[in-house]
């Protein structure tokens, strides 16, 4: 069974910044694009970021363009986003997913894995 654990999350005040971390157990993502959605209170779940299973594909919702990276690192089996100038509005649920084929998309639907999450409080 695939495991995927989100680290990274936390309190930051508006304007900081967090890099949220997926660590995928079996090796079985490094072919497979990943992404990372969220779910902020009372919302339903929304796609974040995504990228190709090697990198060269991004793709980010408009609300965060310019101030969230994604990354991977493959020979970690390691999913990344890095958050610069946070908003209160950032605050969420985050959470990583392994997609099923090499590209990533922002349905979530695309998706096998997922990980349990990582809270992002944005303090204004």
């Known amino acids: 069974q695939v495991q995927l654990v989100e680290s990274g999350g936390g309190l930051v005040q508006a304007g900081g910044s967090l890099r949220l971390s997926c660590t995928e157990s079996r090796r079985l993502s490094s072919n497979n694009g990943m992404a990372w959605f969220r779910r902020a209170p009372g919302k339903e779940r929304e796609s974040v970021a995504g990228?190709?299973?090697?990198?060269?594909?991004?793709f980010y919702a408009d609300s965060v363009k310019g101030r969230f990276t994604i990354s991977r690192d493959r020979a970690k089996n390691t999913l990344y986003l890095q958050m610069d100038d946070l908003k209160p509005e950032d605050t969420a649920v985050y959470y990583c997913?392994?997609?099923?084929?090499?590209?990533?998309?922002?349905?979530?639907?695309?998706?096998?894995?997922w990980g349990q999450g990582t809270q992002v409080t944005v303090s204004s």
């Open positions: 990228i190709s299973w090697n990198g060269g594909n991004t």
């Open positions: 997913a392994v997609a099923l084929s090499a590209v990533a998309s922002s349905n979530e639907r695309t998706y096998r894995y």
